[in-house]
């Protein structure tokens, strides 16, 4: 492989800018800007004029028709996937997209074969395990299991609230306002099919759930499965396949500025404390808390490391390009992103069958209109 990693781009939106564009353009001595396909004209040549990208297509398939690369990132709506996907898996060796792999858990075990069949190697957008505050997380974690220093791992909690993702980002948008052309999406899973309620559950649970699910299993290394599911989906409990306890509290508190995540590690005798950084944020990593309390002898002690000044969309993309050179293994691949689709599937289903779930429903899907509706207000009033 040349010595810069030769990358195309299919889609030049908000998350297809924001996050990725502008990641792999700071990564220039690393990898190559080739090519980028997208179907708002105007739109496409500012992008690539700035990004300094080379050619442009009109979509994918001029694009793979026309140029040798050694990775594709494909940034679409995840309801886009289960048609266009089965079009790059032959056509690339290396493919990054967005999480979450599908809407349904049945349609993404198919992209899982198909990717498999074509011998295409397919990396997953789940950033925060890019993030370099999960990455020393995960490194003190592994180092307390081997050595067994801190005891036995007993218990794993992940809290999140929907705030301010974006941190900002979007100043940077180029929007010119073109509108892009309608796409059939993936239709909902057949036994949720006609049911309003159950879609808009899934459709939630797919968008917000993933990150956390795939979180935990990536500190836990194993399998685990939901035991407890409250009717208002605020709490979620799960079990390993080894017994360890799990939670996931589902946005307990309203938060209309700020980003706030934690995710923690519970050992016998120490945890880490984990914040990852916003989704977006720029050139700042999460947060992390270690704490030792070894022994009755010893003074406990708890410390926060200083981490790199690198954010995890960028990180991300150093990743992907690793990738691609055959340097490691996707982070997050297909198989284990359809993994965190079975479990939301399994949360829909409980809520679905709990005493008074569908009625709590309800009500947080117009909770939910309510406060779009006043977002939009403060932005016109602005």
């Not at 993030?131 to 007993?154: C, F, I, N, Q």
């Amino acid at each position: 492989m040349p010595s810069k990693v030769r990358i195309g781009f299919v889609g030049a939106g908000f998350m297809g800018q924001l996050a990725h564009i502008r990641s792999y353009a700071l990564l220039h001595e690393q990898c190559e800007l080739v090519a980028l396909a997208e179907l708002r004209t105007r739109t496409a040549e500012l992008v690539a004029r700035r990004y300094g990208i080379e050619r442009v297509y009109a979509n994918h398939h001029e694009l793979l028709d026309s140029e040798q690369l050694d990775g594709l990132v494909a940034v679409q709506r995840f309801t886009h996937h289960t048609a266009l996907l089965p079009e790059l898996y032959p056509r690339v060796s290396h493919l990054f997209t967005e999480k979450p792999l599908a809407l349904g858990a049945a349609q993404a075990d198919r992209l899982v074969d198909l990717a498999a069949e074509a011998g295409c190697v397919h990396m997953l957008g789940y950033h925060r395990r890019s993030d370099p505050a999960t990455r020393e997380a995960k490194r003190v974690v592994g180092e307390w299991k081997e050595s067994g220093a801190m005891g036995t791992l007993r218990y794993l909690r992940a809290c999140y609230s929907d705030g301010d993702w974006i941190a900002n980002a979007q100043t940077a948008l180029i929007d010119v306002g073109e509108e892009p052309p309608p796409f059939r999406g993936e239709a909902p899973p057949a036994e949720f099919a006609g049911d309003d309620d159950a879609c808009w559950a899934l459709a939630q649970g797919v968008d917000q759930l993933v990150h956390p699910l795939n979180l935990l299993r990536h500190f836990l290394d194993e399998r685990y499965e939901p035991v407890f599911v409250h009717p208002s989906g605020r709490l979620l409990v799960f079990e390993s396949e080894s017994g360890i306890p799990l939670t996931i509290e589902v946005s307990p508190y309203r938060l209309t500025g700020g980003f706030d995540e934690e995710l923690l590690v519970a050992f016998e005798r120490g945890y880490l404390r984990l914040r990852p950084a916003p989704s977006l944020a720029l050139n700042r990593s999460g947060t992390l808390e270690v704490s030792r309390d070894e022994s009755c002898d010893s003074l406990p002690e708890r410390a926060s490391p200083q981490l790199p000044w690198v954010d995890p969309q960028q990180a991300q993309a150093a990743d992907f390009v690793r990738v691609c050179r055959g340097e490691a293994p996707p982070p997050t691949d297909a198989r284990e992103a359809a993994q965190d689709l079975h479990l939301v599937a399994d949360i829909v289903r409980a809520r679905l069958e709990s005493p008074g779930g569908r009625e709590l429903l309800r009500d947080q899907r117009a909770e939910q209109m309510r406060a779009w509706e006043e977002r939009v207000a403060a932005m016109t009033r602005e």
